[in-house]
């Protein structure tokens, strides 16, 4: 215990000289002999706290711990990266991992394959929506968290790790040995035609693949016969900036200003400016975002809105312009918060956080009116909301599912009940089921008798969904959903979910505003090209 515990004080030690390192970088370094004092004497405080512990505890983990609770002094976005957290950065960076190629959800408490990516050694193996994974190289995965999961499956290129599949239909679990591979981690999850003319890229983070995806898939729309984008970037956390600096080169022209950041050394004061690289989208824009939309997704959609390219929809976005320079400290990372992001007209993206609960619940977000010091404007004059986040310039709430319909969703009764259907439609023939499939009202009969028998709906609430018209047509769609997942993929899984996404249908009545803003976009720079031209 003696030994395990002094490796550990070497570590809070090193952590400690080491964010004194960092501080040095932001001019804080302390020459007071009192403070470095107190430094070693609870670097001792903290080894004598770790002998009293019971060894089922791990000392590192409660370490670790404690240095999360230093940085929330700080402020909500500064944070510390254990080895495995700073691992998965780093591949989530990369926008690859080895393992075999999977989506995966808890669905009544057992890890369920939702689909196999297409192309990878699951998809090849013939894993199937609805298998249960029971077990990863002999281990129960009763008691693992997702997280838990994802750590046993991934790992070294060209490794095999045994899985133990439940089928529903089959008697007997599956033992199934897959060869992992690279997989990709495509940030643009979807991307199709909506109607004639408009085309939809949902991109769900900014990594280093992003410019490129987002650039191939407005090339391969563009053969479509797109004229027009929404571009979706709700619930997008954000991710790097290098990656919302080449998303947003593709819509503004070569030269414009995108970020600015302002911190408390000067080399924390950058300018960050269209590059004019890559495929441009030349044509009218609308953005989607909301509540989940933040820093890189408000790094762009800011970008486009103060230069006036684009028309934004949905709602008041997150908040979150806090600029977090990582450094490594062995195989662990310290992001600490450097400076603060801008939007082209001077907005401050960061949204107030003096109080922590209403930070996180986003209590305290942009309502409405801009604080009356804050004044911006757009490239073209008009008036734009100041005070944390993105307003956007058509706000339009989410719809709400009615309760009965949400707690089915919450209880996947949608995904069992897709599940149940296919349990005796061979997997060759899951295309054409898929596109054959039509929620009639027997199909309706026989989910209402599955709810029944797994008693997943209070009797009077299942009463008052029937007597819902909208409710009804909400479970009728999310029941078609889920068969469209598990037959044709996600992506018909989710053509289906748009037709009743009320900020999508916004973005498309609201489509000849944008309309305006492109050929006045159009005008505003064919000017200066001929003055250019004709000197």
Known sequence: MHVRTRSIVLIVIGFLASGALAGSLFGQRTHNADEQSIVMRSARIVSTMLEWLPNKEKPSSLVY???????????????????????????????????VGIIISMRGGKVTVLAPIAGT????????????????????????????????????????????????GLSQPLEVSITRARIPTNSVRFAFMLRPGVGYIRLTEFSATSSREVHQKIHELETQGMRSLIFDLRNNPGGSLDAAVGVSDTFLRKGQLIVFTRGRTK??????????????????????????????????????????????????????????????????????????????????????????????????ANTGAAPATAKYHTDDGRPVRGGGGITPDIEVKARQLDEGVAQLYGRSAFFQFAIELLENVP????????????????VLTRFWTFVEKKKLLDPDLQAKVKRNPEAMSDLRRAIKIEVLNSTLG???????????????????????????????WQKRWAAPAKAAASN
């Open 65 to 99: 711990a404690g240095i999360d609770g230093m940085l929330e002094k700080l402020d909500p976005h500064s944070n510390f990266l254990d080895p495995a957290a700073f691992a998965k950065m780093k591949a989530r960076q990369r926008g690859s991992f080895f393992g």
């Open 267 to 364: 080399d924390s004061n950058m300018t960050f400016k269209a590059p004019g690289t890559g495929i441009h989208f030349n044509g009218p824009l609308v953005v989607l975002v909301n509540t989940g939309s933040a820093s890189a997704s408000e790094i762009v959609s800011g970008a486009i809105q103060d230069h006036d390219r684009g028309l934004l929809v949905g709602d008041v976005t997150w908040g979150k312009g806090l600029v977090q320079t990582v450094f490594t400290i062995r195989d662990t990372g310290l992001a600490l918060t450097t400076a603060r992001y801008y939007t082209p007209s001077g907005r401050c993206i960061q949204r107030d956080y003096h109080s922590y609960i209403e930070y996180i619940t986003h209590q305290n």
């Open 121 to 168: 050694p699951a998809a090849k193996i013939g894993l199937r929506a609805g298998d249960v994974i029971s077990a990863i190289d002999g281990q129960s995965t009763a008691k693992m968290t997702l997280d838990d999961v994802l750590d046993h499956v991934r790992g070294p290129e060209g490794t095999v790790v045994k899985l133990t599949i439940v089928r529903p």
């Open 490 to 520: 996600l992506e018909a899984g989710y053509r289906e979910m748009v037709t009743g996404d009320n900020q999508i249908a916004a973005a498309l009545r609201h489509m000849p505003d944008a309309v305006k803003m492109w050929n006045a």
């Open 427 to 442: 997997q060759a023939n899951y295309p054409q089921f898929g596109r054959a499939f039509a929620v009639t009202p027997g």
